[in-house]
């Protein structure tokens, strides 16, 4: 009897145990962010911040990025693709949901492609989409997209955040209230704080580990160093003070991820403004700016140095950095022949991240050296999309590009650098027509090579990705491959 009431003792007590262990597991998780959404519709704006906090999250397309740049199924469980390479069948996941509890079909899909495509799209990247010829529903799990052209990028496309599939039911209040078929749901979004979101249990996929996220916007340096050091938040993404990351290092709190990132860091000009609008004048900028200085002085000596609108990561990528060698005296020199040997003043508007904001410092330092002086404005990111992206109205700005492969922005003349050169056009148009890997290789060298030779933008560095986390946490993303916060499979370690 005496055991008896020994052993049901025991399992009194392992079950308090277990319950304890249980109560304090966390399931939850604090990301901070140093640049909030200005809303919440990531094929309604250029924003990267929309899909550091959705992609994947709580938006799903037909394909996904996984955390190595590959293009996965996401929404498609499979695809066919015509022998003449224009025609795609999806063939969607069976039982899918959006966070209101209706069917994801072949219409969501219709609709989502057609209204990126519309003409009055306000996609950011409608260019993705200006290829399709028609979209058909053949059933409510299969539609099929026709293409004007083979596109040899077209599932890479689909796998943007600016190609997640919506429902129309749910477009009114997309901004600020997004439903999607991630596994997390939005639930709140408290402006110029934090976004909530939790757990999708009725989600189609693998489900989420964590019960709980929620983002939190910290745009100072300085206050980004105290949140993580008190653990106020548990993994700040993009961390904005490299100078702190041996500090970090050393503590065993935490752990430090640098990763790659799609971002080509560059000093983008206005190409239809005088005089930016002349070679020689962008070819003096160009030679007037130590990207090694920037790389040091702005960011502690993270980022690789680039000369041209390409990764340095990608097989593909051309070491061009000696087409704008730092050359102060040559500067000079362009810059008289050009007709402006006394220098000229121009504009230049800086968005939030540090990277702009330290660097901006210097390259206005190493300009006014050559005789080029500038107006800096520092501009909040809703400003900076407005005015610069939005209206052009700028001379020159510092921005961090940090789409995927996204070389062809140069075809694009009314884009906000305004870069019109026919024979660019043509052999972009070459290159998504091409299907063969060795024609495409050769084809993305000479994009490469031309908009270096134009002096387009000044190509600074591309972008090191800094995260900062606790040391228990697992799963985060260490590169960037595309511009996410992918949470789907984080957890903590026991």
Known sequence: MRLRKFGLGLVSALALVASVGLAHAKSDIVVAMQLEPP???PTGAAAGAIDSVLYSNVFEGLTRFGPDGSVNPGLAES????EDGKTYTFKLHEGVKFHDGSDLTADDVKFSLDRARADD???AQKALFTGIETVEVVDPLTVKVTLKEPNGNFLFNMAWGDAVIVAPESIADIKSKPIGTGAFKFTDWVQGDRIDLEKNADYWGEPAKLDKVTFKFISDPTAAFAAVMAEDVNAFVGFPAPENLPQFEADPRFQVLVGSTEGETILAANNKLPPLDNIKVREAIAHAIDRQAIIDGAMFG????IGTHFAPHNPDYVDLTDNSQYDPELSKKLLAEAGYADGFTTTLKLPPPSYARRGGEIIA???RAVGIETEITNLEWAQWLEQVFKGKDYGLTIVSHTEPMDIGIYAR????FQYDNADFQKLF???TAENDPAKRSDLLKQAQEMISKDYVNTYLFQLAFPTVA???IKGLWENQPTQATDLTAVYWED
């Open 79 to 82: 695809w066919e693709i015509s």
């Open 429 to 431: 148009a070459d290159l």
């Open 39 to 41: 809303h919440l519709d």
């Open 121 to 123: 799209s306000q996609n």
């Open 365 to 367: 330092a190493q300009l």
């Open 302 to 305: 993270y980022g690789t140095p």
């Open 413 to 416: 003349p009314d884009y906000y």
């Open 470 to 472: 606790d040391a228990k």
